[in-house]
């Protein structure tokens, strides 16, 4: 669990096998790169408001819908995750069981993930600010199609979307 204080209790004839320390590398040098590409994903999401994106404040199609600001938090989430992880895997490369203290590809991702770590810190924060009238209902969306028959309405529901569309108040 992240965030608490354990400790491991190892039995002192567990045989460390030298050739899986490779794999290890190779999962925190994975990690890494997914943390600093889904860390871009997020920043490059963040600056994005739900109304310049989604009439209705989702995204997705038939079965995979999701709201914009729980893919924002997902996004959060999994970078949380990913860190957590790179952190666990990092600190197993320290014990010294492994004997890795002079192994410079080990100091070189441990580095990696330190950079991109304070990459994912320096990411702007979630924009919290949606309020209810940033947020169309799919019924307000029906009731402007609908609306469209009359050629009054059909402006009207024009000027709409496209202040929607621009994120303007109405």
């Not at 949380?80 to 080990?106: F, Q, S, T």
């Not at 019924?139 to 569309?165: E, G, H």
Request: net charge negative.
């Amino acid at each position: 669990m992240a965030g608490t204080t354990q400790r491991r209790v190892i039995p002192d004839d567990f045989a460390y096998n030298p050739k899986k320390l490779k794999h290890l590398k190779n999962i925190l040098h994975n990690v890494s790169v997914a943390l600093g590409t889904l860390s871009s994903a997020q920043s490059e999401f963040s600056k994005l408001k739900a109304p310049e994106i989604s009439p209705d404040g989702m995204l997705g199609g038939i079965g995979y819908i999701m709201t914009v600001k729980d893919i924002k938090q997902g996004l959060i989430n999994s970078i949380h995750l990913l860190g957590n992880l790179a952190d666990c895997i990092a600190d197993e490369l320290h014990n010294p069981r492994w004997n890795v203290e002079d192994d410079k590809e080990v100091e070189d991702l441990i580095e990696e993930k330190e950079k991109v770590e304070e990459k994912v810190e320096q990411a702007p924060p979630i924009d919290q600010d949606i309020n209810p009238d940033d947020v169309m209902t799919v019924q307000d969306v029906q009731n402007i199609v609908d609306d469209k028959k009359d050629p009054v309405r059909t402006t009207l529901a024009s000027v709409i979307r496209r202040r929607l569309v621009a994120g303007k108040q109405l």
